[in-house]
């Protein structure tokens, strides 16, 4: 079931004010859970806060969820919720994030991430949990093998949207409804299972796009993907702008995260992806499971194996797909359920 919200609506789990000031402690905050997230908001005229976009204090709940309230000021620590012991002043929040959504849960602890559909409550632009059981065609347009929704793997409720795929060709959803974004700039995030993957039975290489998004000015598709190399996937961004004069080319910058020695993309487990298209400033960001890779972060001058000295431009998005494609010649059979996919003009995060 798609979720939509006008992009005019204040976000977030509870409601902030970038103008509230610092101030004296409130009384008891009321409680509210999300995913284990306990927000409180004072009743005698002080707001308790944690560590967000300027925020001041953070403490633990009765079940060891982060404490979530809202300033964006910040002020001093609210008593304790209602299933919530009181917040340390200077105790370690959600952390900073430049995505404008303070108030969220930027937790990168997984067991806050599965369980309950939480579309209905995420305050966003689009959300889609597939509880429907039914693709609904005035948000998505089918491409390629066309996808189903099933109950066989999910990642939140009870189904998910399930793609099966022979060799190198594509199924997926796509999207225009979000666009255009203000200031040619959205947030996404989805839930991921590979069934499989590229294996090097019969492939030395493979390039596969999960999520991309096109627009006019530049050509070409703005990917987020991977590519298996010496049997192992790796996640990685780039384009395949060879085709538009302003572009940059066919290319994709591989992963380089944690420390030069990254992870191979599983197989039998839901991740959850975001990306950050960030248009008016030509900037791209990528998280797993909450976790910044700054290997796969772009922006104009960024190196690239594409046009040499050619800046990396992002077009006027128009619209989104999510799904599979992969590109090379194979034989082989993917697989990969998708689910509680959501856009916006601010990070979400992996709780809501």
């Given at each position: 079931?798609?979720?939509s919200l006008s992009v005019s609506l204040v976000l977030g789990l509870c409601a902030c004010s970038s103008a509230t000031a610092p101030s004296a402690a409130g009384s008891a905050g009321a409680g509210a859970t999300a995913g284990g997230a306990l927000a409180g908001s004072s009743a005698g005229g002080g707001t308790s806060s944690v560590a967000g976009a300027g925020g001041s204090s953070a403490g633990?709940?009765?079940t060891g969820g982060a404490v979530l309230a809202c300033t964006?000021?910040?002020?001093a620590a609210g008593s304790a919720g209602a299933a919530g012991s009181a917040g340390?002043?200077?105790s370690a929040g959600m952390g900073a994030d430049t995505g404008g959504a303070g108030s969220r849960n930027l937790s990168t602890d997984r067991a806050l991430f599965l369980g309950a559909s939480r579309c209905a409550q995420?305050?966003?632009?689009l959300c889609e949990d597939f509880e429907s059981g039914t693709l609904d065609t005035t948000t998505w347009t089918p491409i390629g093998a066309k996808p189903v929704i099933d109950d066989l793997q999910k990642a939140r409720g009870m189904k998910a949207l399930?793609?099966?795929i022979a060799g190198g060709s594509q199924s997926a959803i796509r999207e225009s409804k979000t666009f255009p974004a203000p200031n040619n700039t959205y947030y996404g995030r989805a839930f991921v299972y590979f069934g499989s993957l590229p294996?090097?039975?019969g492939l030395s290489y493979s390039h596969w796009t999960m999520i991309a998004a096109t627009g006019t000015m530049i050509g070409g598709e703005i990917r987020v993907g991977g590519q298996m190399q010496n049997g192992t996937n790796l996640w990685g961004v780039g384009t395949d702008s060879s085709g538009s004069a302003n572009g940059t080319g066919d290319w994709t910058n591989s992963d380089k995260d944690p420390n030069g020695k990254p992870m191979a993309v599983p197989t039998g487990q839901w991740l959850c992806i975001e990306w950050l298209h960030k248009g008016d400033t030509n900037e791209t960001r990528f998280w797993w499971d909450g976790v910044e890779h700054p290997s796969l972060y772009t922006k104009p001058s960024t190196p690239h194996g594409g046009n040499a000295g050619v800046p990396y431009i992002l077009p006027q998005f128009k619209q989104v797909w999510l799904g599979w494609q992969e590109y090379q010649a194979t034989s082989q059979k993917f697989e990969l359920w998708l689910d509680e996919i959501a856009i916006d003009k601010d990070r979400i995060g992996c709780v809501i």
């Amino acid at each position: 079931m798609v979720r939509s919200l006008s992009v005019s609506l204040v976000l977030g789990l509870c409601a902030c004010s970038s103008a509230t000031a610092p101030s004296a402690a409130g009384s008891a905050g009321a409680g509210a859970t999300a995913g284990g997230a306990l927000a409180g908001s004072s009743a005698g005229g002080g707001t308790s806060s944690v560590a967000g976009a300027g925020g001041s204090s953070a403490g633990s709940d009765s079940t060891g969820g982060a404490v979530l309230a809202c300033t964006a000021g910040g002020g001093a620590a609210g008593s304790a919720g209602a299933a919530g012991s009181a917040g340390t002043a200077g105790s370690a929040g959600m952390g900073a994030d430049t995505g404008g959504a303070g108030s969220r849960n930027l937790s990168t602890d997984r067991a806050l991430f599965l369980g309950a559909s939480r579309c209905a409550q995420a305050n966003v632009q689009l959300c889609e949990d597939f509880e429907s059981g039914t693709l609904d065609t005035t948000t998505w347009t089918p491409i390629g093998a066309k996808p189903v929704i099933d109950d066989l793997q999910k990642a939140r409720g009870m189904k998910a949207l399930h793609l099966t795929i022979a060799g190198g060709s594509q199924s997926a959803i796509r999207e225009s409804k979000t666009f255009p974004a203000p200031n040619n700039t959205y947030y996404g995030r989805a839930f991921v299972y590979f069934g499989s993957l590229p294996t090097s039975a019969g492939l030395s290489y493979s390039h596969w796009t999960m999520i991309a998004a096109t627009g006019t000015m530049i050509g070409g598709e703005i990917r987020v993907g991977g590519q298996m190399q010496n049997g192992t996937n790796l996640w990685g961004v780039g384009t395949d702008s060879s085709g538009s004069a302003n572009g940059t080319g066919d290319w994709t910058n591989s992963d380089k995260d944690p420390n030069g020695k990254p992870m191979a993309v599983p197989t039998g487990q839901w991740l959850c992806i975001e990306w950050l298209h960030k248009g008016d400033t030509n900037e791209t960001r990528f998280w797993w499971d909450g976790v910044e890779h700054p290997s796969l972060y772009t922006k104009p001058s960024t190196p690239h194996g594409g046009n040499a000295g050619v800046p990396y431009i992002l077009p006027q998005f128009k619209q989104v797909w999510l799904g599979w494609q992969e590109y090379q010649a194979t034989s082989q059979k993917f697989e990969l359920w998708l689910d509680e996919i959501a856009i916006d003009k601010d990070r979400i995060g992996c709780v809501i």
